[in-house]
């Protein structure tokens, strides 16, 4: 079954019964909305897309500024990293929340390309940039440009926008390379396999799903980089996969996604490393990637070491 909709939480301390509680949030807020969602609407032009975004409640003037800024700054750095807003419209519902919590969120294309997203009315200008969860609409943005995928290929989903997001916001000028290399190494090996593991097309965990695709990600755009002279990176393959029409709201198999992004990069890399991936119990050695990457944690941030032998590499996935 292809997946109707994809996501919502990449926080540390994801629980399957947090998203349970997460599932229960959306069937409250659509037992309440109807249809033709939106008292307040407003229009984006961004991109070369349009952004039709809707409130389903009334909100005060500052509140809808603060939300229409944190989307156009969401749309800029997934603009920047695919060079276009990857659909040409998508509908954007705001759920009105009490409080000052962003999300839960998620995205669909089974009826276009369409983003929820729940947004306490509490927030302010500092949470949305810095505080917990601001990263999703991003997160959701890039979902938008990978086809729907079979149930057991939702980490090249989850993978893909947990490693897009925060690269884009930083060739947007949004987040430094070295807090993301940081979250990388912090986070990543969640992504690795545990006891029992039976590869990513047979693991759906948390870990697997959201840090194992984001390791498949990264891996491919090193090796991608690698084969090219880094004349080329993960994003030349993304970037061909949209410009097919491999976007939400289109259903596709997971090998003519990985062709397609191949074929735009002229180099097998996606296709092989899938083929290795899928039915694979063994950990990357990630320790040693970061070594030859040339990022090092130190004292809670990360020092670059410019003479490691993928040195340019690094600077390269981080450079629009
Ligand atoms: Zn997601």
Sequence with gaps: MPVASRDLVKARAWSPRLAFASTLVWAAIFAFSTPSLGQDKAELDIGGATLSISFDSAT????????????????NAV????????????????????GRAVGPG??????????HVALGSGVTARSLAEGGNNWLMTHEMVHLALSSVEEEHHWIEEGLATYVEPIARVRAGELSAQQVWRD????????????????????????RTYWG?????????????????NRMGLENALRGIVAEGGTIDTEWGLSKVLETGDRAIGVPVLVPLYDKMKDDSNPVNLESLWKELGVEEKDRTVVFRDDAPLAAVRKAIMSP
């Design 60 to 75: 005060t003037p500052e509140f809808r500024q603060l939300t229409l800024d944190w989307i156009t700054r969401a749309a």
């Design 79 to 98: 603009t920047v990293y695919y060079t276009r807003f990857p659909v040409r419209h998508v509908d954007i519902s705001i759920h009105v929340a009490s």
């Design 106 to 115: 998620r995205a669909s294309g089974e009826r276009g390309p369409h983003i």
């Design 184 to 207: 990388m190494i912090e986070g990543m090996p969640q992504g690795e396999p545990a006891p029992g593991d039976r590869g990513l097309d047979h693991t759906p965990t948390w870990g």
């Design 213 to 229: 695709g984001a390791m498949f990600c990264l891996l491919a755009d090193v090796e991608i980089r690698r084969k090219t002279n």
